[in-house]
């Protein structure tokens, strides 16, 4: 099954096309015109193209500059009539995959965006071979067999091709970085800039000068031009880390540069235009905060064209061998030591850890195992002491509590109850309904009385 958009505005042409290719089992989205053509692109990816040369407005020359930039992989195919099949062969050279002459016949209609369709997979394939082999130490591997993390290689995979942004969500350590750098590398901008800007660092003085540039003298220190990130990664990636912790100001900038590609350096007035695919991450929830009103709306939704959502460690338990594992590798190489190996009980440690920092707090761990194991296994006793101790998370590492194997129910129940109270600042009926209980049982357990209404008749 191919995934095809159809250009025509030809009505009784584009409805029959339709037609024909829905019963070959292909996924078809049909358009009237070159505009409405490239809105659905910007929102989906597409194997094949089938736009009419000729058209009011934008005519198929035009769309088909813009699938090249935008879309690279897409293979588009041109209708034409008799009388411009020389116009159609000049398409050829800038790039259009083949062209069909009207009347378009069932046939010759299938057979193209059969062929086009293997010639997509096949350049995505190399390209995605040449970045493998070629850029394994700037994109490090996403390690893991569990489900959660093989549907994100799947829609790595399937977004790459496209020009849409795409907005990666998931705790702090889960890898957001690691993902983004592989969409890139697995994307036609491979060879041009990954750019990485980490918003959370950057104060709300500097933030605009970062993102844009700034010109001579645009403010005090500014000794000389200076180009911004975007303009830096003109042809590539722009990776937007921790983008909900940008400021309304930063936030209104960024959706301007995000609908049009057009910025002004600080202090400018040169409106400046960059091709920039952007990848953005955060490790809060962006609509909660769209809800709260601390993240601007229709940026969320321009950000989150595609939204990767990462599971933490401790949901994907089974991945953890593995990444530890591949830790083992790299640091026993980089500490000159002979080839390493994880003991049972060590495997089991690490799988019942809840790693509230994620791959991050794993890698630390392995480190240090490595740099403290004597022989070429690496034992229990070589991890760090909360791993060594078994240590469990009793709410999955979010304002966590820990609570050493060996206590009792007695006393991990009040602990629970303690920091929950605590974390919903003394309010007793927020800690019961986060708890799934009543006030008056944590009043009861808290305080070793019965319940407070026998003792208060009055209530």
């Known amino acids: 099954m191919a995934r095809v958009l159809v250009i025509d505005d030809d009505t009784s042409l584009r409805v029959a096309i339709e037609k024909i290719l829905r019963k070959e089992g292909h996924h078809v989205v049909a358009a ?27 005519d198929g020359l035009a769309v088909l500059r813009d699938v090249r930039q ?20 000049a398409a050829m050279k800038d790039g259009a995959y083949d062209f069909l002459l009207k009347p378009v016949g069932r046939p010759q209609l299938v ?12 350049e995505v394939e190399n390209r995605a071979l040449r970045a493998r082999v070629g850029d394994e130490e700037r994109c490090p591997p996403l390690i893991g067999s569990s489900r959660a993390l093989r549907e994100i290689r799947t829609t790595m995979a399937r977004v790459a091709a496209s020009a849409a942004t795409v907005l990666v969500e998931g705790e702090t350590g889960t890898g957001k970085e690691v993902i983004a750098r592989n969409v890139h590398a697995l994307s036609a901008r491979a060879a041009a800039p990954f750019v ?74 040169e409106t400046l235009h960059t091709d920039v695919r952007t990848i953005a991450a955060s490790n809060r929830n962006l609509r909660g905060a769209v809800e709260q009103h ?6 969320f939704y321009r950000l989150s064209v595609i939204r990767i959502v990462v599971s933490p460690l401790r949901e994907r338990r089974e ?41 991050r707090e794993l890698e630390n761990a392995i480190e240090a195992a490595v740099v403290l194991a004597q022989g070429d296994i690496v034992g229990a006793e070589d ?45 007793k009926e927020a800690a019961a309904r986060a708890l799934g209980i009543s006030s008056r049982t944590i009043y009861r357990k808290l305080s070793g009385n019965e319940d407070p209404a026998q003792n208060n008749p009055s209530g």
């Open 111 to 122: 057979s193209a965006v059969a062929r086009a369709t293997e010639r997509r997979r096949l």
């Open 196 to 269: 990485v800007v980490n918003c959370a660092a950057l104060p709300d003085t500097l933030m605009e000068a970062e993102l844009f540039g700034h010109e001579k003298g645009a403010f005090t220190g500014a000794d000389a031009q200076r180009k911004g990130r975007f303009e830096l990664a003109d042809g590539g990636t722009i990776f937007l880390d921790e983008v909900g912790e940008m400021r309304p100001a930063a936030q209104a900038k960024l959706l301007r540069v995000l609908q049009s590609g057009e910025f002004e350096r600080l202090g400018g007035t």
């Open 32 to 58: 009237a015109d070159g505009l409405s053509g490239l809105a659905h692109l910007a929102e989906e990816p597409f194997d094949v193209v089938l736009t009419d040369l000729r058209m009011d407005g934008l």
């Open 383 to 427: 991890l760090p002491p909360n791993v060594v101790a078994g240590e469990v998370a009793a709410d999955g590492g979010k304002g966590r509590v820990v609570i050493p194997v060996g206590t009792t129910m007695a006393d991990a129940e009040r602990q629970v109850l303690e920091h929950t109270l605590e974390h919903f600042g003394g309010d």
């Open 319 to 359: 991945d953890t061998p593995l990444l530890a594992q591949h830790f083992l590798g790299l640091y026993a190489q980089q500490n000159n030591k002979p080839r390493l190996r994880l003991s049972p009980e060590a495997i089991e440690r690490l799988q019942s850890c809840p790693w509230p920092g994620n791959v």
């Open 70 to 89: 935008s879309a690279p992989f897409s293979q588009v195919v041109l209708i034409t009539a008799h009388g411009t099949v020389e116009d159609a062969v």
């Open 294 to 299: 601390a993240f601007r709306e229709d940026l």
